[in-house]
């Protein structure tokens, strides 16, 4: 049971590139979510799906975009990177509201 | 504004030492406090927590909540330099038309010296 996995687990991007963050889930779960952590300031939610095509903002969505098209991906995009986007990004899912469970994380660094 | 509040920011212990780790909350429609703890990568799922004042326990760490001041402790006894980590508070609200989100605290950093 490979829960969720996140690609990449690192990435470097230049000042106005472009790149998604895939998220992929095989629990069947109907909750996904995109976190950012930056240091010391626990994790902050992006974006959020309740449902295949679904979606809503989080406290930070400003500079990306998301889509849900299958219960079983929920992919991050950036579309003008910026340096405040340097972060490391935590993709989850649950059920309902009950446990999370979390991606291992892609470390972005916008250059 | 959803709000978790975590203290302290940081610790440092000697291996042995006993912890407690604070969360307090303000949040609408509140449905479960939650506990990670994060090493290296992913934040990884201690306890849930929905009712007040039962316990729950796992080896050296317990939780406990009290819904009327709104606070949750984390304790960890007997600690080891395996128990070096972030640690996440986090509450679980519903956010209407059928949705719930985590609202995390900053975390506290736990450093366990030998």
């Known amino acids: 049971n490979a829960g969720v996995t996140q690609t990449p687990k690192f990435r470097i991007l230049k000042i106005g590139q472009s790149m998604t963050l895939q998220c992929t889930q095989d629990m069947n779960h109907n909750y996904m979510y995109w976190y950012r952590q930056d240091p010391g300031m626990g994790l902050k939610l992006i974006y959020y799906?309740?449902?295949?095509?679904?979606?809503d903002k989080g406290e930070v969505p400003n500079g990306y975009n998301v889509s849900r098209s299958t219960t079983e991906d929920f992919p991050l995009r950036l579309e003008l990177a910026a340096p405040s986007q340097t972060s490391v990004y935590f993709c989850?899912?649950?059920?309902?509201?009950?446990?999370?469970?979390f991606g291992s994380g892609t470390r972005l660094t916008v250059v | 504004e959803d709000k978790v509040v975590q203290s302290p920011l940081s610790l440092v212990v000697h291996e042995g030492d006993t912890v407690t780790l604070n969360c307090s909350y303000e949040v609408t429609n509140f449905r479960s406090l939650l506990w990670y703890k994060q090493e290296k990568k992913a934040p990884t799922f201690l306890f849930m927590l929905?009712?007040?004042?039962i316990e729950k326990k796992s080896g050296r760490l317990s939780s406990i909540l009290d819904k009327k001041e709104l606070f949750s402790i984390l304790n960890i006894t007997a600690t080891q330099t395996g128990d070096s980590a972030i640690y996440l508070c986090?509450?679980?609200?519903?956010?209407?038309?059928?949705?719930?989100?985590?609202?995390f605290g900053k975390g506290t950093k736990l450093s366990v010296i030998p």
């Open positions: 799906s309740v449902g295949a095509g679904i979606t």
């Open positions: 989850a899912s649950s059920y309902s509201d009950r446990v999370f469970t």
């Open positions: 929905t009712s007040s004042g």
């Open positions: 986090a509450v679980s609200a519903y956010s209407g038309a059928g949705s719930y989100q985590l609202t």
